[in-house]
């Protein structure tokens, strides 16, 4: 979507702890290993906003992804902080 930005299409299968989560505290980390090599860690930090098959937005998300009989709610990511070590 842009540098600080992507969304992400839930699906059914596995849980939705994610979006209960997300219903109590908007603040999601993403966090990505090197398991080889040197060890490193990148943490994105961001603010997520849930977008549901019945909300006024959901067509323009789901339509960025290949059609899933399983779509649950699109993830809305908006990066404001990352971290390496």
Known sequence: MSPNRIVWLNTIGSGNEKTAHLAQNTRMKIMFFAFD????ILRLCANVTVTHSRDETWQELENLFE???????????????????
């Not at 090599?37 to 490193?40: E, L, T, V």
């Not at 899933?68 to 070590?85: E, I, K, N, V, Y």
């Open 37 to 40: 090599g040197n060890p490193k």
């Open 67 to 85: 059609s899933h009989p399983s779509s649950r709610q699109c993830a809305d990511f908006r990066f404001d902080f990352l971290q390496t070590s």
